[in-house]
């Protein structure tokens, strides 16, 4: 079992920036890839970015140049840096952590981008 806790997310102005973290607890030797989702008020969840154990990184078409992830193996954290913040950008913001077949979810963190 791993446990994931967002942190980070507030209101911000557009222009603006916010540094999420995720801290991983429980067996979080185990984890493979970690990654950022978002969901929009009555928006499908979607994919942001993730990130390998060795830190090879992939980031959504709509964040690139504006967010990136990071990650520190030791401390079982991942972070989502988030620049020139937009308003459409506002959504719950979930970590995810894959382990072999399973994925674990945080209960998410909310951002808004005010205009």
């Known amino acids: 079992q791993v446990q994931l806790v967002e942190s980070g997310g507030g209101l911000v102005q557009a222009g603006g920036s916010l540094r999420l973290s995720c801290a991983a607890s429980?067996?979080?030797?185990?984890?493979?890839?970690m990654g950022w989702y978002r969901q929009a008020p009555g928006k499908q969840r979607e994919w942001v970015a993730d990130?390998?154990?060795?830190?090879?990184?992939n980031t959504a078409n709509s964040v690139k140049g504006r967010f990136t992830i990071s990650r520190d193996n030791a401390k079982n954290t991942v972070w989502l840096q988030m620049n020139s913040l937009k308003p459409e950008d506002t959504a719950v913001y979930y970590c995810?952590?894959?382990?072999?077949?399973?994925?674990?979810w945080g209960p998410g963190t909310q951002v808004t981008v005010s205009s």
């Open positions: 429980g067996s979080a030797f185990s984890i493979n890839s």
């Open positions: 995810n952590a894959v382990v072999g077949v399973r994925i674990y």
């Open positions: 990130i390998s154990t060795s830190g090879a990184t």
